[in-house]
Nanobody
Framework: QVQLVESGGGLVQAGGSLRLSCAAS????MGWFRQAPGKEREFVAA????????YYAGSVKGRFTISRDNAKNTMYLQMNSLQPEDTAVYYC????????????????????WGQGPQVTVSS
């Protein structure tokens, strides 16, 4: 069983930045998803267990950066140039199986989920 504890989020003006953190109780492949009101959960970014591979959704590429500190079993999502359309609940996800270099983009590929902090971007 893996426990995920998220922190960060909040309210920011358009063009601003926020950083989310997700601490895991073990070494896992991880990703971020988000869900806006009335919309389905969507993939944001993923990082391999080794930290050497990453993948981004087209809507955030160039603005968001996913990273991890394996010594702390913690993943980060640095979000820059935030826009109102980035407003959503952001979920950390993790899985313990698969290759160390694998990145996973589908929600059903993850076994564990964080509580989902709110990110609100005002115009």
């Amino acid at each position: 069983q893996v426990q995920l504890v998220e922190s960060g989020g909040g309210l920011v003006q358009a063009g601003g930045s926020l950083r989310l953190s997700c601490a895991a109780s073990g070494r896992t492949s991880m990703g971020w998803f988000r869900q806006a009101p009335g919309k389905e959960r969507e993939f944001v970014a993923a990082i391999s267990r080794s930290g050497g591979s990453t993948y981004y959704a087209g809507s955030v590429k160039g603005r968001f950066t996913i990273s991890r500190d394996n010594a702390k079993n913690t993943m980060y999502l640095q979000m820059n140039s935030l826009q109102p359309e980035d407003t959503a609940v952001y979920y950390c996800a993790a899985r313990t199986t698969g290759q160390a270099i694998g990145v996973y983009r589908m929600a059903h590929e993850y076994d564990y989920w964080g509580q989902g902090p709110q990110v609100t971007v005002s115009s």
